[in-house]
Nanobody, 113 residues
């Protein structure tokens, strides 16, 4: 079955960086677009960005210019590089297979003021 496992979250100060990883199994990774989303405490989940199989990326306005999604098809892994982090970036970050209900369990990111 499809399994997605995120890692790389943690506590970082404002202005810092983190790189999240998402290892996928049970899918033909190289053929699938991958999404990242996040959920802040007390708020609904919001979409962060998408990486197509072609390598084209799309980002939410809130993270554009600060976050970058990439992939390593040989490792079945998608990445979310997060720079210039702000307290409002705090939340649980999830990766998912675009257009499906397959999402990982999430990894916590906390940005201190």
């Amino acid at each position: 079955q499809v399994q997605l496992v995120e890692s790389g979250g943690g506590l970082v100060q404002t202005g810092g960086s983190l790189r999240l990883s998402c290892v996928a199994s049970g899918i033909t990774f190289s053929s699938n677009a991958m999404d990242w989303s996040r959920q802040a405490p007390g708020k609904e989940r919001e979409w962060v960005g998408r990486l197509l199989a072609s390598g084209t990326t799309f980002y939410a306005d809130a993270v554009k210019g600060r976050f970058a999604i990439s992939r390593d098809n040989a490792k079945n892994t998608a990445y979310l590089q997060m720079n210039s982090l702000k307290p409002e970036d705090t939340g649980v970050y999830y990766c998912g297979v675009s257009g499906t209900t397959h999402w990982g369990q999430g990894t916590q990111v906390t940005v201190s003021a």
